[in-house]
C-alpha cells in the first residue's frame, strides 16, 4: 500500500473507532440513564413515557404520539399508560365531540415523579455552559440525521418550530390555526417542523 493510501486508510478506521466509541458511550448513559428509571413502583418504560408526558403540548399526548418518541410499538405502548393510569400517575382524557382520540394527562402524583432529579440529569446540570452547549448541539444535529434516515418526527420545542408565531400573548401556532397557552411554546409537539426542513 502506497503511503497516501496508507495515511487514508489509518484516518479512516480512526473515524470509525472515534464513531464507536461516541455510540458506546451514548448507549452506556442510556442505559445507566434507564437503571435510574426504576422509581417506586415504576419500570423504567413507564418512567420515560412520564417523562414524555410531561414534555409534550396537549396536541402530542395520543399514545400513538407516545410510541413514535420512545420507538416502541404502540400494542407496548399502549399497556404501559394503562398500567400508569392504574398506578394514578396519569389520567385518560377524551377530545370533546370525537370519543376515540384518546390523550393523558400527568396528575399531581405524576409530576411530582417527574420533577425529582436524576442522576444522569444532576450530572449534566453540573456541566459548564461551554460543554452543555456543545454537546445539546451535537446530540441535536446527530438526532436529525438519524431521524431523517428513518423517516422520523422531530418533535421539536414549539417555539423553535417553523409555524410558531411570536405575539404578546403566549403565542400562536399557524399550522392547527389555534392561540397557544401559557408554557406551550417551551414544550415539544409532533408536528414541529424546523425551519431548515424541507416545507414542500
Not at 470509525?16 to 448513559?29: F, G, K, P, V, Y
Not at 398500567?83 to 370525537?98: F, T
Request: charged residues 20%; hydrophobic residues 35%.
Amino acid at each position: 500500500m502506497d503511503p497516501i493510501a496508507k495515511l487514508i486508510s489509518s484516518r479512516y478506521q480512526y473515524l470509525m473507532t472515534s464513531a464507536d466509541r461516541i455510540r458506546s458511550l451514548i448507549n452506556r448513559l442510556a442505559r445507566i440513564d434507564a437503571a435510574g428509571g426504576w422509581v417506586d413502583n415504576l419500570n423504567p418504560a413507564q418512567s420515560a413515557a412520564l417523562d414524555y408526558l410531561a414534555r409534550a403540548n396537549r396536541f402530542s399526548r395520543a399514545p400513538s404520539h407516545v410510541a413514535e418518541f420512545l420507538g416502541t410499538t404502540r400494542g407496548t405502548m399502549s399497556q404501559t399508560l394503562k398500567a400508569l393510569a392504574r398506578k394514578g400517575y396519569i389520567r385518560e382524557d377524551r377530545r370533546s365531540g370525537d370519543q376515540r382520540a384518546i390523550f393523558y394527562t400527568l396528575t399531581e402524583t405524576g409530576k411530582s415523579i417527574t420533577q425529582t432529579p436524576s442522576e444522569i440529569g444532576t450530572v449534566l446540570a453540573a456541566l459548564d455552559q461551554s460543554q452543555a452547549s456543545t454537546l445539546e448541539t451535537a446530540l441535536d444535529a446527530t438526532l436529525r440525521k438519524a431521524l431523517h434516515v428513518r423517516a422520523g418526527r422531530a418533535f421539536g420545542q414549539c417555539k423553535t418550530c417553523i409555524f410558531h408565531s411570536a405575539r404578546p400573548d403566549h403565542g400562536y401556532c399557524a399550522l392547527l390555526d389555534l392561540p397557544l397557552q401559557p408554557g406551550d411554546s417551551h414544550l415539544i409537539c409532533v408536528e414541529h417542523k424546523a425551519p431548515s426542513d424541507d416545507t414542500s
